[in-house]
């Protein structure tokens, strides 16, 4: 039940945005948030996770001084990315631990409900009307294209969506791409759906506002036209301030104060409820890894004991620091990815992200990217030196807060530097640090780590201070220990 006008100052919706550099983007989303406002008769705050003001912790803190006491936290995403699962969480518990007066309550994305995929089909049709061609529908492929992520979650949501789309319509088939981060791209899935026959392909944003990425997925698509004259590419409107897509972020804050709001994970094959964001235990459930969540009980976690001779232990136990000697034992099951955590300022506190260095360091997982990150060019940082000041200033805070050491500034622009103790110690973080796919170069005893002004918080900024965490803290406590 949507609660009555005359209890305004009781609730608040936080909309909960990715954000853009986009003019138009921002201008979008907040008129949207108006609509919503005036469709719940409710005040809600829009703000984003990155690119754009204010930020989360802000609209935060500006529900609470407008007296609600209950905070719904919408986040108005497509699918499940890992923001969703971690970064949002972590705010919240933020939250929740500086205004304990305050209910906060976690919605889930807007996800592959009947109205967002009305709203594709209207926008089909809406393309098609724009047709001088007659061509009939069996020969006419539909193209969703999703943003991409890292997380499969938020990547099978669109096929999800794509074949929602096509069942029961007369389309000849339906393909799904994506923008960036996973494959096919765009121009792959439309030859393709070429190859496959297809006279007409109809682009479908699966976006809900306008910016650079809608703007280059329909450049993308008019390139692929250019080079097949003799077949008809339309570029469908992105989802935008429909009536519909208004009415399914309606339903999910609806679901919120039902208590009915729930996020399913396929590859576990289990169903928890999200009372706001918390599990029955009180503890924020949030992990990009599927196993070994976080604030689960260690009665439910997966243990893999093996057995190995006895020589083995102890050549084990030299390695170890003292904390996992005398049989208490280090998980074999690799970290997940932390969420991020926020102090009094609303500031990432890096040094508090892992309950303990050492179990990052030994049960880091994998590299912490799919692909090598490396600098940007010096003409990406001169085009806009604003934003690469916040990044390097964010990477400065956070990589001195992990590791206690100075940082310098590079004179090359693209890097930031990590003053070691000696040389030994930098020539042992650098062959550490390439392991885990970020380039890294050496000035005698200083590093230098990558850094541009695109650097995202909760990707590229997070991963190069967690590598440094990581192999600092696994030479300060490993590899010294074990040469003194």
Known sequence: MIPAPQDFQNHALLLIGHGSRDAEAITEYNHFAGTLAGRLQLPVYPCFLEFADPPIAEGIRACVEAGARQVVALPLFLGPAGHQKNDVPAILNWAKAQWPQVQFKYGVPLGAQPQIISVLAQRTEEAIATSRADIPAAETALLVVGRGSRDPDSNSEVHKIARLLWEGRHYGWVETAFYSLTTPAVPAALERCLRLGARRVVVLPYLLFTGAICQ???????????????????????????????????????????????????LCKYRHRLAGFENEHGLAQVSDHHH???????????????????????????????RYQNGLEASPIPMAAAPLKYDSEGQVAWDEIWADFCDLALAGGPAHRGELLE?????????????????????????????????????????????CDSEQMALWLLRAIVVENVSVRREGKTLFLPAGPDFRLEDEIKNVITVVAKTHHYWSEHIVALND
């Open 216 to 266: 280059r997925m329909g450049d993308q698509a008019r390139a692929v036209q250019a080079d097949h004259p003799d077949v008809e590419i339309l570029v469908a409107e992105h989802l935008s301030e429909h009536p519909e897509v208004i009415e399914a972020v309606v339903y999910r804050y609806q679901e919120v104060l039902a208590g009915t709001a729930s996020m399913t994970c396929d």
């Open 292 to 322: 070994g969540l976080r604030g689960v009980p260690h009665s439910h976690s997966h243990t893999h004991p093996h057995s190995h001779g006895q020589g083995y232990e102890q050549a084990l136990e030299t390695l170890l620091p003292t």
């Open 375 to 419: 600098p940007v060019l010096p003409g990406a940082v001169g085009a806009n030196p604003q934003r690469y000041e916040q990044v390097l200033a964010e990477l400065e805070r956070g990589i001195h807060l992990v590791t206690g050491l100075p940082v310098v500034r590079s004179q090359t622009p693209g890097w930031i530097g990590l003053e």
